[in-house]
């Protein structure tokens, strides 16, 4: 008769409880949303037939730069910090999202250039790059939140995806006024539920 031996306790640690943290959103929620109420807001007012306010034209795209990237920095560190203690395929997951993010913008920046180049109408880029980048930060947060199972990040990849599309429709100054109202609204109210959506993930930790 044989005695079946116990489980090695360092056996037993070896396998993580959780194969890796999860990502607070906050920082980058905000960012992304202070750059459309900010810049997009300031295009918003200062175009159109009957501008509101007269600010430079500089002005607009200055303020969306500066929030976007500020934005996917927030979310690069976030993603970073969520990898540590992670096993090998959550890091490389962690690792082709991030890249995802270099190579849409890439492909956006190419699509954007080569058609407004093709039909000589430069002017269509005050139109495209605003529509444009909201639709690319919406499909990547689709990809990312059906990765992390992070149904917040998904809808409001959802939300993103089609408002900046739908927007196209109305025009200048109208798509303006939807990307500074409807999307840094959405972000806004992002900001705020994630919050609460990490305070419920770990009161419920992945095992």
């Known amino acids: ?23 607070d959103n ?18 918003a007012v200062s175009q159109g037939d009957s501008p509101l306010l007269g600010l430079p034209g500089w002005l607009p795209t200055t303020l969306l730069g500066i929030g976007l990237a ?7 560190v976030a993603a ?7 096993s090998g395929p959550d890091v490389l997951s962690g690792k082709l999202l991030g890249a995802s993010w270099i190579a849409a913008f890439t492909a956006l920046f190419l ?7 093709a039909l000589d109408m430069p002017e269509l880029q005050s139109i495209l790059w605003p529509a444009g980048s909201g639709l690319i930060v919406g499909l990547l947060y689709l990809a990312e939140g059906a990765a992390r199972r992070n149904l917040l990040h998904y809808s409001l990849g ?3 995806a089609l408002t900046s599309t739908a927007a196209l429709f109305l025009g200048t100054p109208g798509l303006y006024w939807v990307l500074a109202i409807a999307v840094g609204g ?14 419920q993930h770990a009161g419920h930790p992945q095992h």
Not at 70 to 76: F, H, K, P, R
Not at 186 to 199: F, G, H, K, S, T
């Open 1 to 23: 008769m044989s005695i079946a031996a116990p489980d090695s306790p360092v056996a037993a640690s070896a396998t993580p409880s959780r194969l890796v943290n999860e990502v």
């Open 26 to 43: 906050r920082a980058a929620y905000v960012s992304f949303g202070l750059a459309y109420l900010l810049g997009h807001g300031a295009a």
């Open 70 to 76: 500020t934005g996917i920095t927030q979310a690069t």
């Open 80 to 86: 970073l910090r969520a990898q540590r203690g992670a």
């Open 111 to 117: 699509a954007i250039t080569g058609l407004t180049s």
């Open 158 to 160: 959802v939300w993103l």
């Open 186 to 199: 959405a972000y806004a109210l992002a900001a705020a539920l994630e919050r609460r959506r990490l305070v």
